[in-house]
C-alpha cells in the first residue's frame, strides 16, 4: 500500500536536481534490478507486486504494490512488475584506474549514445567511466533502463575533467582527427581513453592533457562517427 | 503557396505505406537536402522559403511557401528552410558489389540504430547497404534527417535476403557469437558483412550462407553488443 506523500514523492525522483539532492536513482523491471541488487548497489527501497514478493522472501525494504499503484510511479507505459530506489555509487566506491582502460567522456550530451556507451564499456570489461559534469545523467530513469543491466557493473562518477585529469598519472589516450590511426595501436592494458562530444570533440581545455592522439580513419564523407560506435572501435582494439 | 489537398498529399506520406505506394520519400532542411540534391536523387518537388529560393534559383520544381505554411508539412517542431520530395533510389541504381565491401542488415528494427549505421558506414566509404524487408525504413523522416546527409551517399536497398544470397558470389561474413576473433581478421577488399538483430542475432534461414563467422571478443559481462556499434567494429578491422 503506497500513501500518497510516497507516490509523491517518488514522482520527484524523475528530475535529476531531486535526484541530485537525495543521492539516490530509479530502476525498474526484473532484470535491472536483479542485476543491481547482484552488484551490490545500496537499496534504499523496493516496491513489488504480490508474486515477485512471493519469489523474494530475502529482500528487506520492500513493499507489497498493486498494478495500479505501480503503475502510478512508473517511468514506463508498460512497467515489469518491480520498481526500485537505490543509492548512487560515490567516487570512493570506483576502485583504483591502475592496470585498466578506463573510458573518459568530455560532453556526450545524448542519453541514448550515454547508454550505449556504458553497454559497450560493459561488453569490453570496462570497470569505470569518468563523465564530465555536462554529460547526460546516467541515472535518468531511461538510460538507467537502456543500460539493460550494465550499470550495475560500469560504475559512472561525474567530475570536473580538468582536476581529474591535473591529477592523474596514467597514460592519456584522446580520439581526435588527427591523431595515430587507431589500427597501428597495439593492445594496451592500462590508460584513459577521452571520447569527445560527437560534433565539437574532445574540448580544447581538456586537449593538452592528452599523451596521445589517436584517430579512426574517414574513408568516405560521413561528418562524424557516433561517440558510441568511436568508443566501440577504439576499446575493440585496445582490449582485444 | 500551397493547396489544401497538397498539404494533405504531403502529410500522407508520413506512413510508410503511402511512401512506398508513391516510390518516393521526404527530407528537410537545408544540409541534408543540398546533399541529396548534390547525389543526384531524383527531385520530384521542393517546398521552400523566399530566402533559400533567391539562392538557389536554378532548382526545379520548385514551389515558395510561408513559414506557416513549411510547419503544416514539417515533422519537426523546428522546420528548416526547405522540405522535399525526392524519388526513393530503385535496386537498379545499386552500383555493383564487385570490389567492395556491402552491408548486409538481417532484422535491424530500430530505426536510430539504422540512422547510425548508415552514418557509420558512410564514414567508412561504404557504398552500398542490403537490407531484409524486415528492417527499420531508412525513408522514415526521423531516420532521414538522422543520417545526417549520408543517406546521400550510402544507398539502401530492400530485398528478399535469403533470394539475395542464394544468388551471391561474394565471400560472406556474418557476426556471430562463436565465429573467428575479429581481431585476427585481414583487411578486405570485397565481402558482404551480415549484421543481424542485436537480441535475435542472424536469423537461422540466413546462417547457411555465411562463409566466415567472425565475432567481436566479449570481456565483461554486457549481455548484446549495439548492432551500429557492431557495424563500426568490423567495418574499422576489414577497412582500415
Chains 1, 2 share one sequence.
Not at 506523500?5 to 536483479?34: M, P
Request: proline share 2%.
Amino acid at each position: 500500500m503506497l500513501s500518497r506523500n510516497e507516490v509523491k514523492y517518488i514522482q520527484t525522483l524523475r528530475h535529476k536536481k531531486n535526484r541530485d539532492e537525495e543521492d539516490v536513482f530509479t530502476a525498474e523491471g526484473l532484470k535491472v534490478i536483479s542485476e543491481l541488487i547482484e552488484a551490490d548497489f545500496n537499496l534504499k527501497k523496493i516496491y513489488a507486486l504480490k508474486d515477485w514478493l512471493d519469489e523474494h522472501t530475502d529482500i528487506e525494504n520492500a513493499v507489497e504494490i498493486t498494478e495500479d499503484e505501480l503503475k502510478k510511479i512508473s517511468n514506463f507505459k508498460t512497467p515489469n512488475k518491480v520498481f526500485a530506489i537505490f543509492r548512487k555509487k560515490t567516487a570512493e566506491q570506483i576502485h583504483g584506474l591502475k592496470n585498466k582502460i578506463t573510458l573518459v567522456l568530455d560532453g556526450i550530451q545524448d542519453p541514448g549514445n550515454l547508454g550505449t556507451i556504458v553497454r559497450t564499456a560493459d561488453w569490453f570489461g570496462i570497470e569505470n567511466i569518468i563523465a564530465s559534469t555536462d554529460t547526460a545523467d546516467i541515472y535518468n530513469p531511461k538510460v538507467v533502463q537502456a543500460t539493460m543491466g550494465s550499470i550495475a557493473r560500469v560504475s559512472i562518477v561525474y567530475t570536473d575533467l580538468k582536476a581529474f585529469l591535473s591529477n592523474n598519472k596514467i597514460v592519456v589516450l584522446g580520439a581526435v582527427l588527427d591523431g595515430e590511426n587507431i589500427s597501428a595501436i597495439e593492445k594496451l592494458t592500462e590508460s584513459l581513453v577521452i571520447i569527445g562530444n560527437e560534433s565539437k570533440g574532445i574540448r580544447n581545455e581538456i586537449q593538452p592533457f592528452i599523451h596521445k592522439k589517436i584517430s579512426i580513419p574517414k574513408k568516405g564523407n560521413a561528418e562524424s562517427l557516433n561517440a558510441a560506435v568511436a568508443a566501440g572501435i577504439i576499446l575493440a582494439k585496445l582490449v582485444s
